[in-house]
């Protein structure tokens, strides 16, 4: 293996830590600081390293050609993806503990890959099948505490009911995202959609926060602080880089497959920066879900291999 495949898996493991690690930071914060605010100031972090990314990459100058239907599709994404996303993930931490958050992770690839079938024909196998039977029982397993029939009963807390929300939105913004790209370059779309969502949080805030939520944010301690640029500068912009050089380099399916480790890294930096305890249902569940997922991408991977057209047999 070449110096630059061993640094592009390096750099693919890494994003799976910082996306892992963004469940830990998010509760810090969100125990610390105005959830709307919070998101605004990631985002505008996040959004001036992606323009001066965008800039040293000579793409600003594409922003000017961009049509009313680019900015549409780009701002539905940023009110799906980013506005209704951080509100479901800083309101759910708030309650739930990170490391059994993570877990939501597990669903993301699941609901996109439902949503895929119905909306756009794609083709699934029974390998992916059975990824997805096994990921949304870990996932559902380890939300619920190991009692799934607090699902069918409808005594779900509102925290895992939010973490759902999460996912919603996540699978929203994919697939949204998926139209968007077709005409625009995915480094241009995911920084327009961080600034966009970054004026649709601002001002979410500013309406139902109020001023003073901003300037009580003096007495926030260092360590929220230390959480927003982690998340901003880490699990937004550099675990970005990564995972689109992953793609370059590797292919889609094989830079998705390190989406599997995010609720393990998630779990394990929970346990160790909060002082979590890792349950029973937390690692079964948790196990069961990256497997799950793991499927899921070793299904996806055949299927991008077959040929497209396959010879007819001769007579």
């Given at each position: 293996?070449?110096?630059?495949?061993?640094?592009?898996?390096?750099?693919?493991?890494?994003m799976?830590?910082?996306?892992?690690?963004?469940?830990?930071?998010?509760q810090?914060?969100?125990?610390?600081?105005?959830?709307?605010?919070?998101?605004?100031?990631?985002?505008?972090?996040?959004?001036?390293v992606?323009?001066?990314?965008?800039y040293?990459?000579?793409?600003?100058?594409?922003?000017?050609?961009?049509?009313?239907?680019?900015?549409a599709?780009?701002?539905?994404?940023?009110a799906v993806g980013v506005?209704?996303?951080?509100?479901?993930?800083?309101?759910?931490l708030?309650?739930?503990?990170?490391?059994?958050?993570?877990m939501?992770?597990?669903?993301?690839?699941?609901?996109?890959?439902?949503?895929?079938?119905?909306l756009f024909?794609?083709?699934?196998n029974?390998?992916?099948?059975?990824?997805v039977?096994?990921?949304?029982?870990?996932?559902?397993?380890?939300?619920?505490?190991?009692?799934?029939?607090?699902?069918r009963?409808?005594?779900?807390?509102?925290g895992?009911?939010?973490?759902l929300?999460?996912?919603?939105?996540w699978v929203?913004?994919?697939?949204?995202?998926?139209?968007?790209?077709?005409?625009?370059?995915?480094?241009?779309?995911?920084?327009?959609?961080?600034?966009?969502g970054?004026?649709?949080?601002?001002?979410?805030s500013?309406?139902?926060?109020?001023p003073?939520?901003?300037?009580?944010?003096?007495?926030?301690?260092a360590?929220?602080?230390?959480s927003?640029?982690?998340l901003?500068l880490?699990?937004?912009?550099?675990?970005?880089?990564?995972?689109?050089?992953?793609i370059?380099?590797?292919?889609?399916?094989?830079?998705?497959a390190y989406?599997?480790?995010?609720?393990l890294?998630?779990m394990?930096l929970?346990s160790?920066?909060?002082?979590e305890?890792?349950?029973t249902?937390l690692v079964?569940?948790?196990?069961?879900?990256?497997?799950?997922?793991?499927?899921?991408?070793?299904?996806?991977?055949?299927?991008?291999?077959?040929?497209?057209?396959?010879?007819?047999?001769?007579?």
């Open positions: 293996m070449s110096a630059d495949k061993y640094s592009t898996h390096a750099g693919l493991v890494g799976a830590a910082l996306w892992g690690a963004s469940w830990p930071w998010g810090v914060v969100a125990q610390s600081m105005p959830p709307l605010a919070a998101a605004s100031i990631r985002f505008i972090l996040a959004s001036v992606l323009v001066f990314w965008l040293r990459r000579g793409g600003t100058k594409s922003l000017f050609a961009l049509n009313i239907g680019q900015w599709g780009m701002g539905c994404a940023s506005l209704g996303y951080s509100i479901f993930f800083l309101l759910s708030q309650i739930v503990p990170a490391g059994k958050a993570a939501v992770v597990a669903l993301n690839p699941v609901l996109t890959m439902m949503f895929a079938v119905v024909r794609e083709k699934v029974l390998t992916m099948g059975t990824g039977v096994l990921a949304v029982t870990g996932a559902l397993y380890a939300l619920t505490d190991g009692g799934l029939l607090a699902i009963l409808g005594q779900s807390g509102m895992e009911l939010l973490l929300g999460c996912a919603g939105c929203g913004y994919t697939l949204i995202g998926r139209m968007v790209l077709t005409t625009v370059d995915s480094l241009t779309t995911t920084t327009v959609t961080s600034a966009i970054a004026v649709l949080l601002f001002s979410a500013m309406m139902l926060e109020g003073a939520a901003w300037s009580g944010l003096r007495d926030t301690p360590m929220a602080w230390l927003i640029v982690g901003a880490g699990a937004t912009a550099l675990a970005y880089a990564w995972y689109m050089n992953g370059k380099v590797l292919g889609a399916g094989a830079a998705a989406m599997s480790l995010v609720p890294f998630g394990l929970s160790l920066w909060l002082g305890s890792l349950t249902s079964g569940g948790g196990a069961l879900a990256i497997s799950g997922m793991l499927l899921i991408n070793r299904g996806w991977l055949s299927l991008a291999r077959a040929p497209k057209n396959p010879p007819e047999s001769r007579q």
